[in-house]
């Protein structure tokens, strides 16, 4: 009798998806839970709440995940979009056009989120506090959302920038009434934007335009990242001059103003979006990019037996595995222990990933990437002090590299064995729609709570929380903690569920 078998399709955006939705989930999640109520590893490890910033602590906890996974998410989307553009026959020319135009809609983002968040609004402006967020939500959705009622692709510009211009006005009305601020005393730019999303615009940017002229040439597209460390290791000449290094690192600092106010005031504006060191990133995009290549040439079909379920199951529990073993011993600084678990699991994965046929390359690959890189994680976590996120080594850089590619392929094995199928498809719907996602918990449920009074609930939350803490109750106030995460999550994740079920995706 024969085996019972299981055909493997290749999809192109269910593990990416899952993984990017992963990140969001967990950003948002980080980003409303109570942490001063909660255990150290429930914040940044270097951030914990209760304690503020601590740079000497090393180790990483699982929210100083979200932001890599995302990244790498971005990386390994860029050749599947940009490939797919060269493959449709548009030109290198019109190509760098989009990466711009998306870089610039991303700082968009950056200025209008964190502008109008009600957090960084003025205290005293009551209802308007709300309100103000609210509009702010209603043109960004104008701006960025592809509505499937339109058809017409001249209808949808005028749309776009329709929300465009609107945005302008709008800014333009809120420094008038002095909600907002472009211009301090000084000259200096001071309108606030979210540095997540800074950091994201320029690794785009710079990772799209790497990858393009690279796309043949992994070798080379790795020789840019040596280069990029060595520049962001140069510290100034002892005799106080300025070398090209240096000088390509302070950028825009470094460019002579001849006292005029004018030229200073410019250069603030570019510091405001563009810093290198923000490139450190790409040691994350660039693994990313490859990881998208791999996926192009190497994700076919297979058929796989009983047998082969099997290994897929046993590969699917140690990749899962090694993402909770390197944050504890990372965190509780077990390093030889840590160490040797890690090495072990990812031998066994090696050899296991041998025995599956030539058709799961794809995968073969992503366990060797993963290893190599995750190992080289490990390797450099002693050479600064320890890995952190905050601020972040090349220790960070590689081990959550590595740890995103095999939660990657755990994501993988599950939607092809479709085994816990609901869990990645969840986390796939909100990695559909990541901008909405991540904005509409402060620009559109906060004014929901407070114009239907379900804010004073979440009040009530935070004062049992910290008077359940004061008494010594931590369990309850643990609960609250998370209670307040938990409220504010599945918000998000209902409301942007709801918009990709009915396509209304916010694109840049």
């Known amino acids: ?81 940009l490939g797919k553009k060269l493959k449709n026959g548009e030109t290198l020319g019109e190509i760098s056009l989009n990466i711009v135009k998306r870089y610039l809609l991303i700082l968009y ?98 990772g799209a335009f790497i990858w393009m002229f690279t796309r043949k040439k992994h070798w080379a597209r790795i020789w840019i990242l040596p280069m990029v460390f060595a520049i962001i290791a140069t510290q100034k000449a002892e005799d106080g001059g300025m070398t090209w290094q240096y000088f390509i690192k302070t950028f825009p600092w470094g460019l002579p103003t001849g006292g005029n106010e004018t030229v200073s005031s410019f250069y603030s504006m570019i510091a405001a979006v563009y810093n290198f060191t923000w490139l450190k990133y790409l040691f994350i995009i660039i693994p990313g990019t490859i990881i998208g290549d791999i996926f192009i040439k190497k994700n076919e079909d297979f058929d796989v037996d009983e047998k082969m379920k099997k290994t897929l ?79 972040s080594t090349y220790s960070y850089y590689f081990t959550t590299t590595g740890l995103g590619i095999y939660t990657l392929c755990s994501f993988y094995i599950m939607n092809r064995l479709h085994f816990f199928k609901w869990f990645g498809t969840f986390f796939a719907l909100l990695g559909k729609n990541p901008m909405l996602a991540y904005c509409v918990g402060a620009l559109l449920i906060q004014p929901i709570f407070y114009f239907t009074g379900f804010d004073s609930v979440i009040d009530w939350i935070a004062t049992t929380g910290n008077a359940s803490k004061e008494a010594g109750d931590v369990f309850l106030a643990g609960c609250m903690g998370l209670l307040r995460g938990v409220i504010f999550t599945g918000g998000m994740a209902v409301i942007t569920i709801l918009a990709v079920k009915k396509r209304w995706f916010w694109k840049s």
Request: some cysteine.
């Open 1 to 81: 009798m024969a085996e019972k078998t299981l055909n493997i399709k290749p999809q192109r955006e269910e593990s990416l998806d899952s993984l990017r939705g992963l990140a969001i989930f967990g950003m948002v999640f980080s980003g409303s839970e109570l942490a001063n109520l909660l255990p150290r590893w429930m914040s940044h490890a270097q951030v914990p709440y209760a304690m503020g910033w601590d740079g000497t602590i090393p180790g990483i906890t699982w929210v100083d995940l979200v932001f890599p996974f995302f990244l790498f998410s971005m990386g390994m989307a860029i050749p599947l979009a």
């Open 109 to 206: 983002f950056s200025f209008m989120f964190q502008s109008f968040h009600p957090w960084t609004l003025p205290h005293d402006l009551g209802w308007w506090s709300y309100a103000i967020p609210f509009g702010a939500f209603v043109l960004m959705t104008l701006t960025f959302t592809t509505f499937p009622f339109v058809k017409s692709n001249k209808t949808a510009s005028v749309l776009h920038y329709s929300g465009l211009l609107l945005s302008a006005v709008y800014l333009w009305i809120n420094v008038h009434y002095g909600t907002v601020s472009i211009f301090n005393e000084e000259g200096r730019f001071v309108l606030k934007s979210n540095i997540i999303f800074n950091v994201l615009a320029n690794a785009y940017l710079f």
């Open 313 to 391: 199951y046993i590969m699917l529990a140690l990749s899962v595995a090694l993402v909770p073993i390197n944050l504890c011993c990372l965190l509780g600084r077990y390093m030889l222990l840590g160490f040797v678990l890690t090495v072990v699991i990812l031998f066994v994965l090696y050899k296991m990933s041998k025995t599956l046929p030539e058709q799961a390359k794809y995968i073969k690959s992503l366990v060797r990437w993963g290893a190599a890189i995750l190992i080289l994680g490990l390797f450099l976590e002693q050479y600064e002090g320890g890995i952190k996120k905050d601020m």
